[in-house]
């Protein structure tokens, strides 16, 4: 369950949120047929399809919330930029989720062999730029996380978010996972 963050100062309101995401409406997915908006809310609609708990499918939907305009840093990967923002407006497991999705990549490809067939031709491109296939010391480091399951799950919704008019959350849905907090 998320963490009660009721009073807290940190949490950005639900419509700062919202706003963020809708800014992703016209961004591009480089190379991918969908905009950053709607991979964000099928990767929701993929995670809970899974048996996603409400903070993994709020995870799924913010996963690239570091490439939103206002969120975007300058000579920092998008992991790492939404993990440090999800760890503070979310909690602290949507940060780890979120900041897990690309080494995920890294570790599935070496654990499921079928894993690398099925990526898009962009992700297998991002891959190398990533450091590549994770090693085995990596592997096992990755593995040890106590919520590394849910990260691995998480990357599956990820690449499974792409496809023009697939299944899809919407922002209502997401509202309602973000007033728990
Ligand atoms: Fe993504």
Redesign the pocket.
């Known amino acids: 369950m998320m963490s009660d963050k009721a009073g807290s100062t940190h949490a950005i309101p639900t419509e700062e949120v919202v706003a963020l995401l809708e800014s992703m409406a016209d961004l591009p997915y480089l190379g991918e047929p969908v905009s950053q908006l709607e ?1 964000s809310l099928q ?1 929701g609609a993929a995670m809970r399809a899974a048996g996603g708990d409400d903070e993994a499918v709020l995870a799924a939907v913010l ?2 919330i570091g490439r939103a305009p206002a969120l975007r840093t300058k000579g920092e990967p998008h992991e790492i930029t939404g993990q440090r923002w999800c760890a503070e407006e979310i909690s602290e497991r949507a940060g780890y989720l979120v900041g897990a ?1 690309v080494p995920a990549k890294r570790v599935l490809v070496v654990i499921d062999p079928a894993y690398g067939d099925e990526l898009s031709s962009t992700s297998v491109a991002t891959l190398r730029t990533q450091g590549g296939p994770a090693s085995k010391d990596e592997v096992d480091a990755f593995l040890a996380h106590p919520w590394a399951a849910d990260a691995l799950e998480l990357r599956r919704a ?1 690449d499974a ?1 792409k496809v023009p008019g697939g299944d899809a959350l919407d922002m209502d849905e997401v509202v309602a996972l973000l007033d728990v907090r």
């Open positions: 991979h990767a996963h690239d999705h990820d978010a």
